[in-house]
């Protein structure tokens, strides 16, 4: 096959997307369990993962698919997985996993209208929430949202990048919309993306899988000729069980830290009209689309209205929102679901200006002339 050399303008559907954007990334094998409305990221990559080198396996079941990412990424290879909401809860424990042995992978959810198998074919913001909070313990999450085709892809890249550099779990919340839609994007040339691969240990070095002196340590491929264990129990910097409780302290401490000190490099977000806005819409996701339209519109019928999208769900950009009081009395929060984002945002503007919600949960996009109506209301 002859790979792509120089920037190409496709008509690309938000799945096709992530799995391009995954494969630009390095990622080289794949495990999951089919799942609307994430099946093409599959279907994708069973066709374009042999084309590049790469592996795809089907597995029996959404558990067996992340248990062999991380078997795969342990063993080498950049691993990614696909699936959707009720998937995504029998994923949690082996996420889990993943976290606490620093095991970097990439897991997408195309978010649909739920609980349980709810509707399918439904578009909804419903799994905010469960992205931060769905496996136990105190465990540090990055997880993007995009809301176009383009950046998915961008944001696919970027998650394997954080993966790689961190050793870290990372999640890309794409959403029903978003997933299915389809745009005319330019495709980067691969020579102009920045690919990031995980720091290797050293031939012939006492290999410390997890150093107390190290933010990330390097990784070593099982096979490479390194003595290691991996647990996902509290351990020693050999990999091994420890109920020491100042070892686990700092550990747990060191798993949020190296997250919490690349906050600059993980939030992304955009904006505008903030300056003047007596009222900012803040939003993600597919809910961004119609939120923009909503605030263009507003603003053309003269009213003080700002635009302010997070790509990054976690870590929540609680400085960036707090920053929005310094005009707006008001920030309105659209979102697909009954209200999860909503409350993030209360705790970052800590009672400095009214926090007010425009929901919709049925299994139809939000549109902007609801959201307009909303904006109305509450100028």
């Given at each position: 096959?002859?790979?792509?050399?120089?920037p190409e303008s496709r008509l690309m559907q938000g799945n096709e997307a992530c799995a391009e954007g995954a494969i630009a990334a390095g990622a080289n094998f794949y495990a999951g369990?089919?799942?609307?409305?994430?099946?093409?990221?599959?279907?994708?990559?069973?066709?374009?993962?042999?084309?590049?080198?790469?592996?795809?396996?089907?597995?029996?079941?959404?558990?067996?698919?992340?248990?062999?990412?991380?078997?795969?990424?342990?063993?080498?290879?950049?691993?990614?997985?696909?699936?959707?909401?009720?998937?995504?809860?029998?994923?949690?424990e082996n996420i889990g996993y993943a976290i606490m042995a620093e095991i970097p992978c990439v897991i997408v959810n195309v978010q649909r209208l739920g609980p349980s198998t709810g509707?399918?074919?439904?578009?909804?913001?419903?799994?905010?929430?469960?992205?931060?909070?769905?496996?136990?313990?105190?465990?540090?999450?990055?997880?993007?949202?995009?809301?176009?085709?383009?950046?998915?892809?961008?944001?696919?890249?970027?998650?394997?990048?954080?993966?790689?550099?961190?050793?870290?779990?990372?999640?890309?919340?794409?959403?029903?919309?978003?997933?299915?839609?389809?745009?005319?994007?330019?495709?980067?040339?691969?020579?102009?993306?920045?690919?990031?691969?995980?720091?290797?240990?050293?031939?012939?070095?006492?290999?410390?899988?997890?150093?107390?002196?190290?933010?990330?340590?390097?990784?070593?491929?099982?096979?490479?000729?390194?003595?290691?264990?991996?647990?996902?129990?509290?351990?020693?910097?050999?990999?091994?069980?420890?109920?020491?409780?100042?070892?686990?302290?700092?550990?747990?401490?060191?798993?949020?830290?190296?997250?919490?000190?690349?906050?600059?490099?993980?939030?992304?977000?955009?904006?505008?009209?903030?300056?003047?806005?007596?009222?900012?819409?803040?939003?993600?996701?597919?809910?961004?689309?119609?939120?923009?339209?909503?605030?263009?519109?507003?603003?053309?019928e003269g009213l003080p209205v700002g635009f302010f999208r997070t790509a990054t769900i976690w870590p929540f950009p609680y400085e960036k929102i707090a920053a929005l009081t310094r005009?707006?009395?008001?920030?309105?929060?659209?979102?697909?679901?009954?209200?999860?984002?909503?409350?993030?945002?209360?705790?970052?503007?800590?009672?400095?200006?009214?926090?007010?919600?425009?929901?919709?949960?049925?299994?139809?996009?939000?549109?902007?002339?609801?959201?307009?109506?909303?904006?109305?209301?509450?100028?």
């Open positions: 096959m002859i790979l792509q050399k120089k369990y089919p799942i609307t409305p994430s099946t093409e990221i599959a279907e994708i990559a069973a066709r374009r993962l042999p084309e590049t080198g790469g592996r795809f396996i089907q597995m029996e079941d959404e558990i067996g698919g992340m248990a062999a990412v991380i078997g795969a990424a342990i063993g080498g290879a950049k691993a990614f997985t696909a699936t959707s909401g009720p998937g995504f809860s029998l994923k949690q509707v399918a074919t439904a578009p909804a913001q419903g799994d905010v929430m469960q992205a931060r909070w769905g496996t136990h313990g105190d465990h540090p999450v990055i997880a993007f949202s995009p809301s176009s085709v383009r950046e998915t892809f961008d944001l696919t890249v970027k998650a394997f990048n954080l993966s790689e550099k961190l050793r870290q779990p990372v999640i890309i919340l794409l959403d029903e919309i978003v997933g299915h839609m389809r745009e005319n994007i330019i495709v980067p040339a691969p020579e102009s993306l920045e690919i990031v691969n995980r720091e290797r240990p050293a031939d012939g070095v006492d290999y410390k899988p997890y150093a107390d002196d190290r933010e990330v340590s390097p990784l070593a491929s099982f096979g490479d000729g390194h003595f290691f264990n991996i647990t996902g129990l509290f351990h020693d910097e050999q990999g091994f069980p420890t109920t020491d409780p100042i070892r686990v302290k700092n550990q747990l401490l060191r798993l949020h830290q190296k997250v919490e000190n690349h906050r600059d490099e993980i939030i992304i977000t955009e904006e505008f009209g903030t300056e003047d806005a007596v009222l900012t819409v803040v939003c993600y996701g597919c809910s961004a689309r119609s939120a923009r339209q909503a605030v263009k519109l507003a603003r053309e005009s707006a009395r008001t920030l309105l929060v659209p979102e697909m679901n009954m209200g999860q984002l909503i409350a993030e945002v209360e705790r970052a503007v800590k009672g400095r200006a009214e926090v007010a919600g425009a929901n919709r949960f049925d299994g139809e996009l939000i549109t902007p002339q609801e959201i307009l109506v909303r904006i109305k209301e509450l100028i």
